[in-house]
């Protein structure tokens, strides 16, 4: 199948040609029709997948082919799409002014952690389409910057994500405000029942989409784990970078210290390299996400929240320098590397504390990955496994409930996670802790 045999317009035809794609991706192949026709959609799809072209491609084509009727109407947006994180924001924004460069649709991103004056300007302008997360967007209803009586079409991206932070009461103050007269559209990695209690809710006999999860599609994700000493991750990294002359490696920690940490370090060895998480601004992270596609940094060293979305092209290299607390993550972070046909590679470095992390993740991809050991790193058998520790003044795995915490001087108010099976259910501190509103400082 072609793009050209979906029925879009020329003006987008021309757009994604000019991003060198030819071929729909399975979830654009099974998507862009349902949304044209008009139909609600409930997608179990991951980042990686070319999800946001699914949703965007036909969105611009609809608005694009829709009279608006009243003039008054001009004014207020048509589209909106909510999206868990300020990085998913920009990138989903710059997907919609891609695709949609040779339209006359307006676009704008509405995410915290930036001043409200941009935004107030953009809204004042009028826009077709809001690609926002949730708080922010809550904010500027409540300023009223904002009319939200004109939309046509939601998307909920990364649904799971959303209901993860804690977002699910500003998710429904939203809803409560659009027209009841709409077409939704539901991205979810996963579908818990509280998914799919949302999607009840939303959803009017909606078309259900599934392309193969991750887990099972990362062929062409060559993976390994090296074991080794717990003391000794740094330099194996650092050898391994060298020896391999890794040129584009995103590293995952599992907290803003050790990601902090791991990139000084990193820097000291002489290996280009800065860290994104959570404590940077909005401005820093953006600089090092630039930074890194351009290959002015080797190694971007991320916490799971602050690299959701990121979005670069045949990234080689996706290396978990801890693993994480829940399996799914893993899986979430080697999606960042093989996207789209080309092959990448996952390195895991394990030590003794994480046996029970790595059994964990095998048992959700249903198989073995390859172990190896590097000579002279050799894990010495006699080291006894540790708890897992927690960041200093943080209590969870993720940083941005930990750095709200922290912030407030509060004490931690959960248990480390259990690194078990099905972990993302069992952390239910983690959705309830701390206001919904404060979840968006992740
Ligand atoms: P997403 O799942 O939306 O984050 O997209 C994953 C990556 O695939 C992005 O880097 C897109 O630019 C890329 N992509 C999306 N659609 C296609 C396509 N049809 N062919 C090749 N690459 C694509």
């Known amino acids: 199948m072609h793009f050209t045999d979906l029925g879009l317009r020329a003006e987008i035809l021309r757009s994604i040609s000019e991003q ?28 990686g997948t070319g999800k946001t072209a699914g949703f965007t491609l036909p969105i611009l084509q609809l608005l694009s082919s829709r009279e608006t009727g009243l003039s008054l109407k001009r004014f207020k947006p048509r589209c909106l799409v909510l999206v868990p994180t300020r990085e998913l924001a920009v990138q989903v924004h710059d997907s919609v002014r891609t695709y949609g460069k040779h339209l006359r649709l307006k676009a704008t991103a509405i995410y915290g952690g930036v001043g409200m004056g941009g935004q107030l300007s953009a809204l004042k ?21 904002v009319d939200l009586s004109g939309i046509e079409i939601l998307v909920l991206d990364e649904a799971d994500r959303m209901l993860d932070m804690g977002f699910i009461r ?33 959803l009017n006999d909606p078309v259900s989409v599934e392309v193969a999860r991750r887990n099972a599609t990362a062929d062409n994700v060559a993976q390994s784990v090296y074991h ?19 040129h584009q490696v995103l590293v995952f920690t599992r907290t803003k210290h050790g990601a902090d940490a791991l990139s000084d370090r990193l820097g000291k060895a002489g290996i280009k390299s800065a860290a994104l998480h959570g404590n940077k601004s909005q401005n820093q992270r953006q600089r090092a996400l630039d930074d890194f596609k351009r290959l002015k940094l080797n190694v971007l060293v991320a916490t799971d929240i602050a690299a959701r979305g990121i979005d670069i092209d045949e990234l080689p290299h996706v290396v978990n320098y801890e693993l994480p607390n829940v ?49 002279g790193f050799e894990p010495d058998p006699r080291i006894k496994p540790e708890p897992i520790q927690k960041p200093r003044g943080a209590g969870g795995g993720r940083d ?3 750095s709200h915490g922290a912030r407030q001087g509060q ?7 259990k690194p078990s099976f099905g972990a993302r259910q069992g952390q239910g501190g983690r959705r309830n802790a701390g206001s919904s509103r404060g979840a968006r400082d992740y």
């Open 20 to 47: 060198g794609y030819d071929t729909p991706t399975p979830i654009q192949a099974q998507a862009i029709p349902v949304v044209l026709a008009g139909r609600d959609l409930m997608a179990a799809a991951q980042t």
């Open 327 to 375: 399996p799914e993550d893993y899986v979430h972070r080697i999606g960042r590397t093989g996207r789209a046909g080309s092959s990448g590679q996952a390195v895991s470095l394990v030590c003794v504390d994480e046996h029970r992390l790595l059994r964990d993740i095998e048992r959700l991809l249903k198989k073995d990955i390859e172990k190896k050991v590097v000579a």
């Open 400 to 402: 941005g409930k930990a």
């Open 125 to 145: 302008g009028g826009v077709d389409i809001i690609v926002a997360t949730p708080g922010r967007l809550l904010d500027h209803i409540e300023q009223r910057s």
């Open 170 to 202: 500003d998710i429904r103050r939203i809803i409560a405000l659009l027209p009841k007269q709409k077409q939704s559209l539901l991205f979810s990695a996963t579908f818990s029942d509280e998914i799919r209690g949302l999607a009840t809710g939303l």
């Open 228 to 246: 080794v000493d717990r003391d000794r991750k740094r330099d194996l990294l650092i050898q391994l970078i060298d020896e391999h002359k890794w």
């Open 411 to 417: 004490p931690s108010r959960h248990a480390p996670a």
